[in-house]
T-cell receptor, first 112, second 111 residues
Framework: AQSVTQLGSHVSVSEGALVLLRCNYSSSVPPYLFWYVQYPNQGLQLLLK??????LVKGINGFEAEFKKSETSFHLTKPSAHMSDAAEYFC??????????FGTGTRLLVSP | DGGITQSPKYLFRKEGQNVTLSCEQN?????MYWYRQDPGQGLRLIYY???????QKGDIAEGYSVSREKKESFPLTVTSAQKNPTAFYLC??????????FGPGTRLTVL
């Protein structure tokens, strides 16, 4: 069965600092992996996706993630945090794009 | 504008009542999904449908029902059998083999 673990329910950074949100997955077949962002009382917006092409995936708003099969990880990074990045971030895994399995989410707090 | 709409944004229900949440998409997507979101638990799949007039149970289908009579619409009914229905409900859609797009959500509160 597929599963996703997001380490840290809350991550705090200063504006301009590196953002690192961790995601580890479990899958019996080569996975498809996703990062979504959610602002308060809104739906989810796709940040980026990994579909077995390039292991370093670039997304919107300056975010990127690297697929590391040996570590079963897909961590999300951004070199310099902006106040507008404050939101909740979800990592998800699927086999063939159907039936996404989500992690429990990480809330990113950005301080001035 | 193409997208997914959910209505209402906020919904209040008395215990013992059934309520129906609306989800409409004009993206011409074949597949549609319903998720439930609770604090600290991420999103959990309730039902999904890959074609009209067909749908499958997700991980937490008990106490919920759906229909898919039209490609654009996938309403979710929260029945009185659902023990703890207070949550944020998200609808999503996709073309088969591609990523899911989400609606803005409906927050259901049981009084």
């Amino acid at each position: 069965a597929q599963s996703v673990t997001q380490l840290g329910s809350h991550v705090s950074v200063s504006e301009g600092a590196l953002v690192l949100l961790r995601c580890n997955y479990s899958s019996s077949v080569p996975p498809y992996l996703f990062w979504y962002v959610q602002y308060p009382n809104q739906g989810l917006q796709l940040l980026l996706k990994y579909t077995s092409a390039a292991t370093l995936v670039k997304g919107i708003n300056g975010f990127e993630a690297e697929f590391k099969k040996s570590e079963t990880s897909f961590h999300l990074t951004k070199p310099s945090a902006h106040m507008s990045d404050a939101a909740e971030y979800f990592c998800a895994v699927s086999e063939g794009f159907q039936k996404l399995v989500f992690g429990t989410g990480t809330r990113l707090l950005v301080s001035p | 504008d193409g997208g997914i709409t959910q209505s209402p944004k906020y919904l209040f229900r008395k215990e013992g009542q059934n309520v129906t949440l609306s989800c409409e998409q004009n993206l011409n997507h074949d597949a549609m999904y319903w998720y439930r979101q609770d604090p600290g638990q991420g999103l959990r799949l309730i039902y999904y449908s890959q074609i009209v007039n067909d749908f499958q149970k997700g991980d937490i289908a008990e106490g919920y029902s759906v229909s898919r009579e039209k490609k654009e619409s996938f309403p979710l009914t929260v029945t009185s059998a659902q023990k703890n229905p207070t949550a944020f409900y998200l609808c999503a859609s996709s073309t088969l083999g591609n990523e899911q797009f989400f609606g803005p959500g409906t927050r259901l509160t049981v009084l």
